[in-house]
Nanobody
Framework: QVQLVESGGGSVQPGGSLRLSCAAS??????MGWYRQGPGKQRDMVAS???????TYADSVKNRFTISRDNAKNTVYLQMNNLKPEDTAVYYC??????????WGQGTQVTVSS
C-alpha cells in the first residue's frame, strides 16, 4: 500500500508562511498534488506537479504557493506564502492521476487567523 504522510501544518496569522511536506513510502508517482478541503466545502486541487517539473495552480493560490518535489527523497513540498484566512483548510497530499490508482495522505490542518 502506498503511504503518504503530511507534515508542516499549523496556525499562522494572515500574511504568514508555512511549508508542507509529503513523504511517500516509495518512489513518487508521475503526478503529485496538493488538495484542500475547508469546512462545508469540496476537496479542491491547490497545486500539482509532474515528474518533469511541470506545475499547475489554482487561481486562488497563484503567486503565493509553490509546489516542488525531490524525487531522491520521495518528498513533495508546498511552500505557502502570504497566507489568507480563506486558505484555512485541511491539506491533503495525493499521488496518481487516474482512478483507482490514486492515494491520499491523512491530511494536515492549516489555520490562518488573527
Amino acid at each position: 500500500q502506498v503511504q503518504l504522510v503530511e507534515s508542516g501544518g499549523g496556525s499562522v496569522q494572515p500574511g504568514g508562511s508555512l511549508r508542507l511536506s509529503c513523504a511517500a513510502s516509495g518512489v513518487l508517482f508521475d503526478r503529485m498534488g496538493w488538495y484542500r478541503q475547508g469546512p462545508g466545502k469540496q476537496r479542491d486541487m491547490v497545486a500539482s506537479i509532474y515528474s518533469d517539473g511541470t506545475t499547475t495552480y489554482a487561481d486562488s493560490v497563484k503567486n503565493r504557493f509553490t509546489i516542488s518535489r525531490d524525487n531522491a527523497k520521495n518528498t513533495v513540498y508546498l511552500q505557502m506564502n502570504n497566507l489568507k484566512p480563506e486558505d484555512t483548510a485541511v491539506y491533503y497530499c495525493r499521488s496518481g492521476q487516474f482512478a483507482p490508482r490514486i492515494y491520499w495522505g491523512q491530511g494536515t490542518q492549516v489555520t490562518v487567523s488573527s
